[in-house]
């Protein structure tokens, strides 16, 4: 068992930790979960001895480096090196082991993860999945007993981040893991354990079906929610529709939908806000199916006491509109209840799987 107890950090007098303290099994995978801010990333840099709690002098961080490995959110690969002396140079520099016998030792760790044969290249003629590989197999190279890993799904496209999951899949078996994540269909296949934290503290500590499905608190709950589903609100006609686009196409990259998934939901969108009145708020909600690879859009809305997506009140501008959501969705409701209107969609589920 590895322990973390009474972890506590401040920054100029701002409390970011607070009292935190944790065990972990060996062999398991902690997943830990909660919003930007909450203190994810610093509990991971006090465990890895990066970052001193307020508690612990800086000889206890350098006995840990030898023991903790940590992968970064950005990778954090040496520009100047290639991928196989990124592997070696700690191995020559820290542990002293010969040059040979470093390249031996990384050439198994790169074949690993599936990176033996881009041994020559360099950090920026990878892919950023790519990377993220060769970032892990840095760190499982000095044989860590407990690797930490800061958002390693992040900002990857859907190929991308099936190639790290299938690399997460290996280490589940061979190595502890303590991983912050705000993918949830990650967290809910590779954890044995969730901890929900919330400025500063742990806020709820349980197994993945419970955290995710049935949490306790209240606070995980609208959190769980949050990260399901994709809330935007319109406010004028003038909103950030790149904005909306960019959180559209990462929530789409978060469920790994085909390449070409993001596309349709933002076209779907686009095409519905032309019919639509945008002189009011309007609230937009897009949801995946758990189970399935199926997508809705829920928009509530104030305006006339008409339907705007019946056929017969459909204006001749935007029956081009109209007649390309009819192909990009496989239902269509609209309520109507005194100027309040609720539309539900359901995407074509075979455009979802579009590569």
Request: glycine fraction near 4%.
């Amino acid at each position: 068992m590895i322990e973390f107890l009474h972890i506590s950090k401040s920054f100029q007098g701002k409390e970011i930790l607070h009292d935190v303290s944790l065990s972990v099994e060996e062999r398991q995978t902690v997943c830990i979960i909660g919003e930007s801010g909450c203190g994810k990333t610093t509990l991971l840099r006090c465990m890895a001895g990066l970052d001193n709690d307020n508690h612990h002098s800086s000889d206890r961080s350098q006995k840990l480096k030898v023991r903790v490995g940590m992968v970064f959110q950005r990778f954090n690969l040496f520009e100047n090196m290639n991928v196989l002396q990124n592997l070696t140079f700690a191995l020559i520099h820290v542990l002293n082991m010969k040059k040979e016998e470093a390249e031996r030792h990384a050439m198994e760790y790169l074949k690993m993860v599936g990176m033996s044969g881009r041994a020559s290249y360099y950090p920026d003629q990878l892919s950023a999945g790519q990377q993220q590989r060769v970032a892990i197999a840095r760190c499982l190279v000095m044989k860590p007993q407990l690797l930490l890993l800061d958002e390693p799904l992040s900002s990857l496209d859907p190929i991308s981040r099936s190639e790290v999951m299938d690399v997460l899949r290996k280490l589940k078996r061979e190595i502890t893991l303590i991983m912050v994540s705000h993918d949830l269909n990650a967290v809910a296949e590779l954890a044995d354990r969730v901890i929900f934290m919330k400025d500063g503290s742990i806020c709820e500590d349980g197994k993945p079906g419970q955290i995710l499905s049935s949490p306790l608190k209240e606070e995980t709950c609208h959190f769980i929610s949050r990260q399901k589903n994709l809330f935007y609100t319109i406010s004028s006609q003038d909103f950030d529709r790149p904005e909306l686009n960019a959180r559209i196409e990462n929530y789409c990259s978060r469920f790994g939908l085909g390449g070409q998934a993001h596309r349709f939901v933002q076209l779907a969108v686009e095409e519905l806000l032309n019919i639509i009145p945008l002189n009011d708020r309007i609230e937009l909600v897009l949801s995946k199916n758990e189970n399935e690879v199926r997508m809705s859009l829920d928009v509530d809305f104030k305006g006339d006491d008409k339907e705007y997506l019946s056929e017969e009140n459909i204006s001749e501008e935007n029956m081009l509109s109209f007649n390309i959501l009819q192909g990009l969705c496989d239902v269509i409701q609209e309520n109507v209840e005194t100027e309040s209107h609720h539309i539900h969609l359901e995407l074509n589920q075979d455009r979802l799987l579009l590569r």
